[in-house]
């Protein structure tokens, strides 16, 4: 396998439209099973049966008005506690992507995109390791491009059409998302990751100041004091005393 997974390393890019599948985060990893796909693949689906979010969490997509996507990547020389890295430059893609087409785009810790106050994009990166190193990554991104109407009980669901008032061009938008990523991933692979971390810092969601969070202790006020680079958040209160959060342990409230 490590030899095939070397000759997928080495090919050019595919991206493969399927009209239905109940997770492109699933297809891809039936697929590279059988023959790894070449990095920087993208399998596209105008309709999942079963798309997951973070945790157990589905994503609410209107049939071929979205962009629901995975891309394939064998980051082999990056450490296993790097691998927020990973989470790092698919949110930065989807940002700068969207700061092309409107304003007011952040990254809500760890990888949600927001427009202003309302989520725009999800993503769920399933990484498996060898050793001490990802032997691949499979980033799985639902972004709300042209839907009008939410039905789902989610709390603050928004789409591009919805702020633009018009359709965009769903292969345009996976274009610019590529060409983007791709440049970060080579940052990544030129072990460029104080630049990444500081890019990603620059762009949070309630980044600067204090805001309310809630964790099993109850509401408390904090600003954001730091992103490790495993990823967990630090949270640093008004008296000084810095909090230390992995995902789904605190929430913005």
Known sequence: MANKEKQAREREPRIVWVEETNSTNSLAREWMEKEPMPEGSAIVADFQTA??????????????????????????????NRQFLISQIAALSVKETLDLYTTD???????????????????????DLSGAYLSDSIIGIGLNLNQATFLSDAPNPVSLFRILHREVNREEVLRRFLTIFYAHYISLL????????????????????????????????????????????LLESRDGSVRRYAFKEVAFR
């Open 51 to 80: 798309g997951r979010g973070q945790v157990g969490n589905t994503w609410e997509s209107e049939a071929g008005k979205n962009l629901l996507f995975s891309v394939v990547l064998y980051p082999v020389t990056l450490a296993a």
């Open 105 to 127: 785009i952040t990254v809500k810790w760890p990888n949600d995109i927001y427009w202003k106050d309302r989520k725009i994009c999800g993503m769920l990166i399933e990484n």
């Open 190 to 233: 030129r072990e460029e990751y104080d630049e990444i971390r500081a890019c990603y810092r620059s762009v949070l969601y309630r980044g600067e100041g204090f805001y309310r969070y809630q964790d099993a202790g109850g509401m408390f006020e904090a600003r954001v004091r730091d992103i490790e680079p495993t990823g967990h958040l």
